[in-house]
């Protein structure tokens, strides 16, 4: 079946750092989501990323997919204890309806 | 966005018991969905609540091990059957507005723990 994988697992960066994570699928991807889910919490929506090449920017987030649509990363610029949590991609198959969340990324910062 | 309430927040249950988890919107939504989280995992989707009709399992998850009902566009349950230790985990219902490639969005989860 389809797999989404996000790397890094995990990461571990300074405060003030810039923090990225990838999610990468072996198949052409119709749309992706992201999702940061804090600890003890749920799942929060983020963005949706439709158009091949699309980049999105929320404030110190910067969303892209690829031209292939195969891949899609997440980078925080200047990275704060604020942003600690595990980020999930999430894609929706249009042809199956099929939905598959990515492994996600944990990440946590250094004060 | 609308607003979920999952109740129970947490469970501790014996071997073999059922528990039924629901899960109530503010607003009358398109689709329901269920997952289940392992601490420290991913989400994994057990099915999609259809209202009227039968679930929509995934591979991997059957109707009997997990009824789900969906009686009206804002309410929903999912019930673990005949629970064992691997049933253990976090299950969260979620909503979609318009469709299953639109943002969802969550309520709080059940913990659930089997003795």
């Known amino acids: 079946g389809q797999q989404v994988m996000q790397i890094p697992q995990y990461q571990h960066v300074q405060e003030g750092e810039d923090f990225t994570t990838y999610c990468n699928s072996s198949t052409t991807l119709s749309n992706i989501q992201w999702y940061k889910q804090r600890p003890g919490g749920h799942p929060v929506f983020l963005i949706q990323l439709v158009k091949s090449g699309e980049v999105k920017k929320q404030k110190r987030l910067t969303f892209q997919f690829g031209e292939a649509k195969k891949n899609s990363s997440l980078h925080i610029t200047a990275t704060q204890t604020t942003d600690v949590g595990t980020y999930f991609c999430l894609h929706h198959n249009f042809g199956n309806e099929k939905l598959t969340f990515g492994t996600g990324t944990r990440l946590t910062i250094i004060p | 966005s609308a607003v979920i309430s999952q109740k129970p927040s947490r469970d501790i249950c014996q071997r073999g018991t059922s528990l039924t988890i629901q899960c109530q919107v503010d607003s009358q939504v398109t689709m329901m969905f269920w997952y289940r989280q392992q601490p420290g995992q991913s989400l994994t989707l057990i099915a999609t609540?259809?209202?009227?009709?039968?679930?929509?399992?995934e591979s991997g998850f059957v109707i009997d091990k997990f009824p789900i009902s969906r009686p009206n566009l804002t309410f929903s349950t999912l019930t673990v059957s005949n629970m064992s230790p691997e049933d253990s985990s976090i299950y969260l219902c979620s909503v979609a507005e318009g469709g299953s490639n639109q943002p969802q969005h969550f309520g709080d989860g059940t913990r659930l723990s089997i003795l």
């Open positions: 609540a259809n209202q009227g009709s039968e679930a929509t399992y």
